[in-house]
């Protein structure tokens, strides 16, 4: 899905490609389309073809499975919504219309006309409801039958990808506020203005970032609505109409404009480092102290790994073919999957090679990102109590006094199980 998650933080479990980089396979696109984005999910690779269809590819082959056909085009300029695939069914949005198509056999199960214009908004699937954006605002669709279980009007299109975490679920619209809204009723909690149309969204230990059309970060309070800090980024980047978003893990939040790729410090907002040696920056991704991203430089399309901790470069692939990408790639099993295209057609591209850890241990992990939620656990030990213990967690909450306390304690207890 879109955003790897439900929150949209972009971190993908696991580990990525560090080195020994090569193309497993590459898919062609139809001429004249191209993909955001691609989701990965049991084997499976799905996106959409810009106007013409949703593929299913075979993860390992990049072989088709099926095709879905639309009833729509698209105007080119406009990008398509990426596919969510949750409990065997495939969901995305198209012109006015949400479908559901089941995974296994590309099949229709529903499809639901919400009015407005194109679905560029991705849906995130929660509690069997779908939350998806349109022209009208919000759309929550029950997962199985398609019926609307109810609708939030915004001032303006919602083109960004709801986020949700508990019982809330974030929107930002081209009305320029971010919304707060109960994901069982629908009812607003809160609003901020942002000054400028709301980019990318995603969620984060309690706060809510995004990106705006001014190129500015913002970090706000999830529960409150309160603004925690604004940081603007360079001005070369400003107004960049690209699909940006945002990744968040390690303390930190990454994200592209036009010429560069920013780490901002997640509690304060301040720039930790930056890559500007490009003309376009595009969506970047986190896996295990690494950021991945796309990006278009002197010598030509690239794909980039950096350390995220400092921005060192670990390794970059050229395209031998020039492609301009323009989509949001997704990592699983070791190898990065990446959307790249331009008018005269494109392919997805699969990328492989040595799977590392990049480790800064000045940086605390950002916990939230180590959840089951992404089946990422943080360090912990196991003794022959049976009782397992993370340290990391403990020191990070509890700072060194504190945790000398918890050892004690914890010593007297495990020594009391053994008599």
Not at 19 to 34: K, Q, V
Not at 84 to 90: I, K, M, R
Not at 202 to 230: P, R
Not at 288 to 296: A, W
Request: aromatic fraction near 8%; glycine fraction near 12%.
């Amino acid at each position: 899905m879109w955003g790897a998650n439900p929150r949209r933080t972009s971190y993908h479990p696991g580990q990525g490609p560090v080195d020994s980089i090569g193309m497993l396979w590459s898919s062609e696109i139809h001429p004249g389309d191209i993909a955001r984005g691609v989701s990965v999910e049991n084997g499976r690779i799905f996106y959409i073809e810009q106007g013409r269809c949703l593929r299913a590819l075979d993860s390992d082959t990049g072989e088709e499975i099926w095709n879905f056909e639309f009833s729509f085009n698209l105007n080119e300029s406009i990008l398509a919504s990426v596919p969510a695939v949750d409990s065997g069914s495939v969901y995305f949005g198209g012109e006015e219309t949400v479908y559901s198509i089941e995974s296994s056999s590309g099949e229709e199960e529903w499809q639901l006309d919400v009015g407005g214009g194109v679905i560029e908004s991705s849906p995130v699937v929660m509690n069997n409801t779908v939350y998806i954006g349109s022209d009208n605002g919000l759309h929550a669709i029950d997962a199985e039958s398609g019926e609307e279980n109810w609708q939030f009007e915004t001032g303006s299109r919602v083109a960004t990808s709801p986020a949700i975490s508990g019982e809330t679920i974030y929107i930002g619209s081209d009305d320029t506020r971010l919304y707060a809204i109960d994901a069982g009723t629908g009812s607003q909690k809160w609003n901020v203005p942002t000054g400028a149309e709301v980019l990318s969204i995603a969620i984060s230990s309690g706060s809510v970032y995004l990106i705006n059309k001014n190129a500015e970060v913002w970090s706000i309070n999830s529960m409150s609505g309160d603004i925690q800090w604004e940081s603007e980024l360079d001005e070369e980047s400003g107004g960049s109409p690209l699909p940006v978003g945002l990744a968040i893990g390690n303390g930190h939040v990454y994200t592209g404009g036009w010429s560069q790729l920013f780490s901002l410090d997640a509690e304060s907002g301040q720039t930790t480092w930056e890559y500007s040696e490009s003309s376009k920056v595009y969506n970047p991704i986190l896996v295990d102290g690494i950021v991945y991203f796309q990006t278009i430089s002197e010598d030509g399309t690239e794909i980039q790994a950096r350390n995220a901790y400092n921005g060192d470069e670990i390794w970059t692939h050229i395209s031998e073919r020039g492609d301009e990408i323009i989509g949001s790639p997704s990592i699983s099993n070791e190898t990065i999957y990446i959307p790249e295209g331009t008018e005269d057609g494109g392919r997805v591209l699969a990328l492989t090679g040595e799977a590392s850890t990049i480790e800064d241990t000045n940086t605390p992990i950002d916990t939230e990102n180590t959840t089951a939620e992404s089946n990422q656990l943080s360090s912990r030990t196991k003794d022959s109590s049976g009782i397992d213990i993370n340290w990391n967690g403990v020191i990070s909450q509890l700072g060194a006094i504190g945790a000398i306390l918890v050892l004690a304690l914890y010593t007297v207890f495990k020594n009391d199980r053994d008599d």
